[in-house]
């Protein structure tokens, strides 16, 4: 299975970098088995997202930018509303990067 690595700039991908680049600089943890850490990582969140998550979310806002590159879309909104069926959340900036799911396949 491939995957992205988009998931590592989420807060908690952040934090787990950071925390495997301590270990590696101490020497508590070999760079390679870092590594190995980080693509189960990304694994393990698109299979998470895919299966866990049923949610649906809406969401309104002033589109500011937007690009389409290597089969990656990523927009950021001003002012946006995000909305689900229990509540509704208003963000002065966003950016959203979305990609195909159909090329994790591949």
């Known amino acids: 299975m491939a995957t992205f690595e988009l ?12 925390t495997l680049d301590e270990m590696v600089s101490n020497g508590t943890l070999s760079p390679e088995l870092a590594i190995q850490v980080l693509v189960q990582f990304d694994k393990s969140m698109t299979e998470a997202l895919e299966t866990q998550v049923k949610s649906k979310v809406t969401v309104k ?14 927009f950021i909104l001003q002012d946006a509303t995000f909305k689900n069926e229990e509540c509704e959340e208003r963000v002065g900036k966003v950016k959203i990067v979305a990609c195909d799911s159909k090329l994790l396949t591949q």
């Open 7 to 18: 998931y590592r700039r989420s807060t908690i991908g952040m934090c787990l970098t950071e």
């Open 61 to 74: 806002g002033h589109l500011h930018t937007y690009r389409f590159c290597d089969n990656v879309w990523t």
